[in-house]
Nanobody
């Protein structure tokens, strides 16, 4: 039983900044990868950024040099710092984590409920 809860979404003007947080709770042995996805209306869900437990990161080309993903393993928390926001960043942002609840069990993919980010003047 694992839950992911996002926070930090909202309305922001173009060029502004926003910081998203996602905290995992429940029975957790290890979280291997944490990531942020986003989905705009009529579009497929896409990977925005991901970070491994060791700190390695990947970013979508569209957010390179603007977004930064980070995590605090001891808190089971991942962050997404979003700077220089553009209207095309408008979407529901979802937290994702690959989690083991027990050392003998396989990784399972978990999703948060999503948080709306709207970039508009």
């Amino acid at each position: 039983q694992v839950q992911l809860v996002e926070s930090g979404g909202g309305l922001v003007q173009p060029g502004g900044s926003l910081r998203l947080s996602c905290a995992a709770s429940g029975t957790i042995f290890a979280i291997h990868t944490m990531a942020w996805y986003r989905q705009a209306p009529a579009k497929e869900r896409e990977l925005v950024a991901a970070v491994t437990s060791g700190g390695s990161t990947n970013y979508a080309d569209s957010v390179k040099d603007r977004f930064t993903i980070s995590r605090v393993n001891a808190k089971h928390t991942v962050y997404l710092q979003m700077n220089s926001l553009k209207p095309e960043d408008t979407a529901v942002y979802y937290c994702n984590a690959m989690i083991q609840t027990h050392p003998t069990r396989a990784l399972r993919e978990n999703w948060g409920q999503g948080t709306q980010v709207t970039v508009s003047a």
